[in-house]
């Protein structure tokens, strides 16, 4: 279409940079904006366009009153039901399995409801020899497919991350339209197509279950806080200098830097903090004099901590933290590559777990529902005993994981420093060339876990080149 400015938007690219995706209604180019989770747009001829909500928001209502039983067996009820209606199909289906909690519980669903016999071929990715190698705290899920297929006599169909291709960064940038710098993007592209290879056109994948019923690490992170949150702030900026002075040469060190990254700021901001991948100090060095100043004083974060404020009151710490996975992670990122990843081989992803009935069930747990001691999705586990496998009910969250932090010093890392030498960053009027390669070496030397925001610069430089500057 012409006239449209596809000069970069600010705010969207640093939060390709931070987030890994672009929040609310941005997009990476100034004059194109999306749709937020729940509006609708009504463009009649002649007239300007409406955009209006149709859905409720977010946390309404207040916690349900069921036991701890009765709300296991309901939550039993609605994940059979989802599960029924979502494999209505008059072509081949099947699923996503990688050996966690959420894709293991589908496929059990489905061969209960399918019947004995039935045929439900499911997809993983298998690592590497050189993925157990190294220091990325990666764990494979492989071994856990394998036995969840097993036990429930469903075929399995492996892809080796090799055969992911995950090094083409234009080919990701150019079917997903935006610079999203995350791997996983790749697996589910490559799963797809093996799927489509074989027949299957219809996957189940698991995606909104830590999002609903509380499984990601950061909710057990804010789990914490109660042993700390509370501090006076000059302590909690104590707590926050003393893990960021330590070299992050373990995982584990790498987490508490995150976790007390923002120990002393306000409680709106910290929430929305652990979302990050990237902290807006450590981002700007790689911006562009001309492009830094157009950010201006704006943040990533800025979006997140408003929707926050329009919560109702007494809504817990834990189900504000919720509604940012839901309305931000889950719809802006996870979701939406998904699609478009499917969709370009021509293979449609459902995801039962986002059943309207479940999604509004889930939003009313109570927090000790969710989470209780150290163990996340304690409901939604409860639920499943007996149906899914004890080992796989017992694993703590994963997924398609890929060992990215060696993987990208072996490849893309040779790439950055190429196109910063030959001043390719600093020609798109969004990088600093230097910034970047500075950012790449404290990266390398185990100072900061910055792995996925470099990809971003890869992914935003591959965006601008195929897309804003064509």
């Not at 799963?191 to 074989?198: D, G, K, L, P, T």
């Not at 001043?423 to 100072?447: M, P, S």
Request: one cysteine or more.
């Amino acid at each position: 279409m012409p006239g449209i400015d596809w000069s970069p938007d600010p705010v969207a690219i640093a939060s390709y940079l931070t987030l890994l995706y672009a929040p609310c209604d941005l997009t990476p180019a100034r004059g194109i904006r999306k749709l937020q989770p729940g509006e609708i747009m009504e463009w009649c001829e002649d007239a300007l366009p409406v955009v209006r909500r149709f859905a409720a928001r977010p946390n309404e209502q207040g916690p349900h009153d069921l036991s701890t039983a009765d709300a296991v067996e309901a939550c039993r009820s609605y994940l059979q039901q989802a599960v029924r209606r979502q494999l209505v199909s008059d072509v081949p289906i099947g699923g996503f399995l990688s050996g966690g909690v959420d894709s293991t519980a589908l496929a059990a669903l489905s061969v209960q409801a399918l019947g004995e016999g039935s045929r439900y071929p499911c997809f993983t990715v298998q690592a590497s020899a050189s993925a157990h190698s190294g220091n990325d705290g990666f764990v494979d899920d492989f071994p856990y497919a394998q036995l969840a297929a097993k036990r429930l006599g469903i075929p399995l169909h492996a892809i080796t991350q090799e055969s992911a291709a995950i090094q083409d960064v234009d080919r990701l940038v150019w079917m997903l339209d935006e610079p999203t710098p995350d791997p996983a993007a790749f697996m589910t592209y490559a799963i797809s197509r093996s799927a489509r290879e074989r027949g299957v056109k219809v996957l189940l994948s698991g995606a909104g279950g830590d999002d609903l019923f509380s499984g990601y690490r950061r909710h057990q992170a804010l789990q914490s806080e109660r042993y700390w949150g509370w501090w006076p702030k000059p302590l909690r900026a104590g707590l926050r200098q003393l893990t960021a002075d330590n070299l992050q040469t373990h995982p584990l060190g790498r987490r508490l830097s995150k976790l007390f990254g923002h120990a002393d700021a306000d409680p709106a901001e910290r929430l929305a903090s652990y979302f990050l991948w990237l902290g807006h100090e450590a981002m700007l060095p790689m911006l562009g004099a001309d492009f830094r100043a157009a950010l201006g004083h704006r943040r990533s974060t800025d979006l997140l901590t408003g929707s926050l404020a329009q919560l109702p009151e007494g809504v817990t710490h834990l189900s504000r933290m919720l509604h940012l996975d839901r309305s931000f992670f889950l719809a802006s990122h996870n979701l939406n590559y998904k699609d478009k990843m499917g969709m370009a081989c021509g293979v449609e992803i459902r995801v039962p777990l986002l059943d309207a009935d479940l999604a509004s069930f889930a939003e009313r747990l109570t927090d000790k529902q969710r989470i209780q001691g150290s163990e996340t999705k304690y409901l939604f586990r409860r639920a499943l005993r007996g149906v899914v496998p004890d080992e796989v009910l017992a694993r703590s969250k994963s997924g398609f994981g890929l060992p990215l932090r060696s993987f990208f010093h072996e490849v893309y890392g040779p790439q950055l420093r190429r196109l910063a030498a030959e001043g390719r960053l600093d020609g798109t009027g969004v990088f600093d060339g230097a910034g970047v390669v500075a950012l790449l070496d404290a990266d390398r030397r185990g100072e900061i876990d910055a792995t996925y925001p470099l990809l971003g610069v890869l992914c935003v430089e591959s965006w601008l080149r195929q897309f804003a500057q064509r």
